[in-house]
């Protein structure tokens, strides 16, 4: 008889602490691109990167006007020059084309320095508000639903509401 109440008082210990460790797990969700550009200083982030990128886009106008004006006088005189005087600017043509390809890639890159640099604050400023109510409702996980492909998830575990009142934002 004795026996039998230990295993069955050892069986409830470990169906309880089973449950137990089930109920400390709780999940949440929030987007936070969505909540970033919810941000007032997001507004003044994408100005910035505006004004930013204007420069190259306007840097490869002007590169394409020259394209442009140089290979139509190509093709209005290239009947009557002689052939090392057509391959050179055909050559010069394909400089023209080079440089703004190698342009590009470059302003790409330092555009998206220059916003990684600048949404940064704003990043940690979000993941700190994240983490603050996440540990206020108790929150073992939170998954970012805008990288993760969620299949199910009820509406009260979405953080958004939390975290936009945690960070002032109506």
């Given at each position: 008889?004795?026996?039998?109440?230990?295993?069955?008082?050892?069986?409830?210990?470990?169906?309880?602490?089973?449950?137990?460790?089930?109920?400390?797990?709780?999940?949440?969700?929030?987007?936070?691109?969505?909540?970033i550009?919810?941000?007032?200083?997001?507004?003044?982030?994408?100005?910035?990167?505006?004004?930013?990128?204007?420069?190259?886009?306007?840097?490869?106008?002007?590169?394409?006007?020259?394209?442009?004006?140089?290979?139509?006088?190509?093709?209005?005189?290239?009947?009557?020059?002689n052939?090392?005087?057509?391959?050179?600017?055909?050559?010069?043509?394909?400089?023209?084309?080079?440089?703004?390809?190698?342009?590009?890639?470059?302003?790409?890159?330092?555009?998206?320095?220059?916003?990684n640099?600048?949404?940064?604050?704003?990043?940690?400023?979000?993941?700190?508000?994240?983490e603050?109510?996440?540990?206020?409702?108790?929150?073992?996980?939170?998954?970012?639903?805008?990288q993760?492909?969620?299949?199910?998830?009820?509406?009260?575990?979405?953080?958004?509401?939390?975290?936009?009142?945690?960070?002032?934002?109506?």
């Amino acid at each position: 008889m004795k026996k039998l109440f230990k295993v069955a008082l050892v069986a409830v210990c470990l169906l309880s602490v089973g449950n137990f460790a089930k109920a400390q797990t709780k999940i949440g969700y929030i987007n936070l691109n969505a909540l970033i550009g919810l941000m007032p200083e997001a507004k003044t982030v994408k100005s910035q990167l505006d004004i930013y990128s204007k420069q190259f886009t306007d840097q490869l106008a002007a590169m394409q006007t020259e394209l442009q004006t140089k290979g139509t006088e190509f093709q209005k005189t290239q009947a009557t020059m002689n052939e090392a005087t057509r391959s050179a600017k055909q050559a010069e043509l394909q400089d023209i084309q080079k440089r703004m390809q190698d342009y590009n890639t470059t302003a790409q890159q330092k555009f998206d320095e220059k916003s990684n640099e600048l949404i940064k604050p704003l990043s940690d400023k979000a993941h700190t508000a994240v983490e603050a109510v996440a540990k206020e409702k108790g929150y073992t996980y939170v998954l970012d639903s805008g990288q993760t492909a969620l299949v199910v998830a009820p509406p009260g575990d979405d953080m958004m509401e939390a975290v936009k009142a945690k960070l002032g934002i109506k």
